[in-house]
């Protein structure tokens, strides 16, 4: 068994019955994306409640500042709701989250779940309430079908408390960049612009003995290197255990370095175990990993261990 660590916060499993709060803090969402992830949430037994301006939109988010951040903390608020699921990434969450309930979360922790712009909102609550949070699917995802990989894997992380074991797929193009070794620490991360974005931030977690995971879409080589240069340079890799590569997906550019060139140049002389091809991210399919959790990387072995969400 892996031991917790003393600052997380584990939030309970849902269990059939449950209410879970449909939000959409940064940008906005179809109406039938939302649509299916209610039907797939509601064929798990549970209730299912839209945030009041979930479905809206203004300029490129779903609402206003004011109204994506009602929606947040109403549902941070509400003592009936058990998960908050946010429905899309895009842009918007840094713009909120600095004036988030985190007087609400510590006193009623709740599964939370998203990735990429919500990457910001998984930092926010670690740094502030310690809460362990899943880096997993957006719920207008579900619209892949409840059998599909994408929302078994949800289905896992928010509704049992079964450790998840997430191994490099030959697939992915990350699978080369790896480094030997096995490493043990509290997974954290997310999506690399979002954490390049919190350098300086008050949210800017320590790394200190943890396996960094990283992942990121639509971005060109030059651009993440830069991200990476700049976490070096910011000290954020200095005393990590590990580094898991998720999925770079449609960051390859007319030139001749690969995202994968710049990701193994760039971490190789961390000198700790570097695990590529892992399915997390903007791929296809990908895995829902709970973070501020326990975690066990095996380079040699291909995989990434993370201890169960719920307790």
Request: one cysteine or more; glycine letters at 12%; proline letters at 6%.
């Amino acid at each position: 068994m892996i031991a917790t660590p003393r600052r997380s916060v584990r939030p309970q499993r849902l269990k059939e019955g449950d209410l879970v709060a449909l939000v959409a803090p940064s940008g906005p969402v179809p109406p039938q994306r939302a649509a299916a992830a209610v039907d797939v949430l509601s064929g798990w037994g549970l209730r299912v409640r839209m945030g009041a301006y979930a479905l809206g939109r203004h300029t490129y988010f779903a609402g206003t500042d004011d109204e994506r951040l009602d929606d947040l903390n109403a549902a941070f608020r509400d003592p009936e709701v058990r998960a908050v699921l946010c429905l899309r990434g895009g842009y918007g969450m840094q713009r909120i989250v600095d004036q988030v309930d985190f007087a609400a979360v510590k006193a009623d922790p709740k599964l939370v779940m998203g990735f990429s712009d919500i990457t910001a909102l998984h930092l926010a609550l670690w740094c502030e309430t310690g809460l362990v949070t899943v880096h997993g699917p957006v719920a207008a995802q579900f619209d892949k079908g409840p059998g599909s990989p994408t929302v078994r894997w949800a289905y896992k992380a928010l509704m049992t408390d079964e450790d998840i074991p997430v191994v490099a797929d030959p697939n992915e193009s990350t699978f080369r960049v790896r480094t030997g070794g096995r490493a043990e620490g509290t997974l954290l991360g997310g999506n690399l612009a979002m954490l390049a974005a919190s350098v300086g931030t008050r949210h800017a977690p320590d790394l200190t003995g943890a396996i960094l995971l990283i992942e990121d879409v639509a971005e060109a080589p030059y651009r993440i290197d830069r991200m990476l240069t700049h976490l070096k340079r910011a000290g954020w890799l200095d005393q990590v255990k590990g580094i898991a590569v998720g999925q770079f997906t449609d960051c390859a550019d007319e030139g001749r370095t690969t995202p994968e060139d710049v990701l193994a140049e760039r971490l190789d002389s961390l000198g700790v175990p570097i695990l590529g091809g892992l399915p997390i991210g903007h791929g296809e399919q990908h895995a829902a990993v709970g973070l501020g959790l326990p975690a066990v990387l095996d380079a040699e072995a291909g995989t990434l261990w993370v201890r169960g969400v719920g307790r």
